[in-house]
Nanobody, 121 residues
Framework: QVQLAESGGGLVQAGGSLGLSCVASGDIVRINAMGWYRQAPGKQRELVGVLTLDGQTYYGDSVKDRFSVSRDNAKNTVYLQMNSLRPEDTGTYYC???????????????WGKGTLVTVSS
């Protein structure tokens, strides 16, 4: 079993910056991809940014050029740096990981419980 623990959410003014981090723990053999999704009230969960083990990054269109995802593979940690925040960036940010564990031979997916980011205008 894999647990994902997010930290770093909070309240920030529009135009400001905020950083999130997520640590994965458990019987992890390999994390193939790790990143962030978000969900605003009344909306579907959407991609923020994901970083694969081989270094490819994928960002949602609304956050390109403002947000940056990075990983520390040795620490099983992923970071999200958010700049030029807008009120529409408000939502719950979820950590996501695609991983292989010692008890399975296939890739599985885990989610964190989420951390709230609120951007005031």
């Amino acid at each position: 079993q894999v647990q994902l623990a997010e930290s770093g959410g909070g309240l920030v003014q529009a135009g400001g910056s905020l950083g999130l981090s997520c640590v994965a723990s458990g019987d992890i053999v390999r994390i193939n991809a790790m990143g962030w999704y978000r969900q605003a009230p009344g909306k579907q969960r959407e991609l923020v940014g994901v970083l694969t083990l081989d270094g490819q990054t994928y960002y949602g269109d609304s956050v390109k050029d403002r947000f940056s995802v990075s990983r520390d593979n040795a620490k099983n940690t992923v970071y999200l740096q958010m700049n030029s925040l807008r009120p529409e960036d408000t939502g719950t940010y979820y950590c996501n990981a695609h991983h292989v564990t010692t008890s399975t031979s296939y890739e599985m997916q885990s989610w964190g419980k989420g951390t709230l980011v609120t951007v005031s205008s």
